[in-house]
């Protein structure tokens, strides 16, 4: 059974005309769930929102309050790309407690796998930033209440933007293993395959930069010689994925090369990767061309839930092998650092 929490009724986030992260795409993403003939699994539970304990665990309380002050006041623009408006705050709580929710369900018993489709995104917010349309860091909030119930988390993040803030969070964090397959370069030029924990965690962070163009063979071939063993070895309790769908051949700020069947093998690689059934979540980050996100996203949960749904063949050819090379070295020349 698939968990689903979304609320596309509550979301009170509104960014400006054209702005590419819009309410538009939450239908986008759930219309998947039909395109996949899985609606029929689908366990649907509300979002709460998060509570202050479980922010200030990723997020500074000085930010915070700082954060609910704008929005209330009226909002505006944070940065050239961020926006926010009165009722931002409270569609950002729901975000960021959306994923919790989704452990939840799952601790209960109600699902095998779960997805959250909320907005806004969150692997861009660090502890006292928000940047990259994202105001609250969704997956590091769940990832860190996971982490102080003492369990090991490992975080994939395959959106096609690097999650600096999710890394910059659990930089130093022996609990969480945060691993980024992401178009370099690009925003937010972070994600170098040097950088790979700090001095207390290090080989917890492991970055796999690819290139334009790259296509689905190269992150299979990342998934299989860079994030297995490392997963392996880190021995997860859980597995939560940054599912951004913005590296889509048809998405418009990016440039790799992915279909709909790519997505489909990277979910099933990913979910493979948990210690058993009902420790998989998936939360929605990027993707901003809504066709490619509704058959994306379809293609994903089918897979997990282990059903075909195949609306594009999976695809190769591209450059980036050697990238991937490149980053197994850096991480194995962090592990013997060690």
Partial sequence: MLVVVAAPDLDGHRTGAGHPERAARMPAALGGIDAADVRDAVVAIPPRRATEAELVRAHRPTYLDA?????????????PDTEAVPGSWDTA?????????????????????????????????????AMGFCLLNNVAVAAAALAVAGERV????????????????????PRVLYVSTHQWPLFPGTGRATETGGSDAPGTTLN????????????????????????E??????VLVSAGF?????????????TAGDFADLAARVHALAPGPGRTVLVLEGGYDEEALRLSVGASLAAVLGTSFRPEQAS???????????????????AAAR
């Fill in 316 to 334: 190769s050819g591209g450059p980036g092998s050697s990238a991937v090379t490149a980053a197994r070295q850096a991480h194995e020349d962090s």
């Fill in 67 to 79: 954060l609910r002050s704008f929005c209330h006041a009226g909002g505006g623009a944070i940065d």
């Fill in 154 to 173: 490992l975080i994939v993040d395959w959106d096609v933007h690097h999650g600096n803030g999710t890394q910059a969070i659990f930089w130093n964090d």
């Fill in 246 to 258: 913005d590296g889509h051949r048809r998405d418009p700020l990016a440039d790799l090369a992915l």
């Fill in 93 to 129: 709580l729901l975000a960021a407690g959306a994923p919790i929710a989704a452990t939840e369900a799952l601790r209960r018993g109600d699902g095998d796998v779960a997805f959250v489709a909320m907005r806004p995104p969150g692997h861009h917010a660090t502890e006292d930033q």
């Fill in 233 to 238: 070895r880190f021995a997860p309790d859980w």
């Fill in 208 to 231: 796999i930069p690819v290139p334009p163009g790259a296509t689905g063979d190269v992150l299979l071939q990342a998934f299989d010689e860079v994030l297995a063993p490392a997963a």
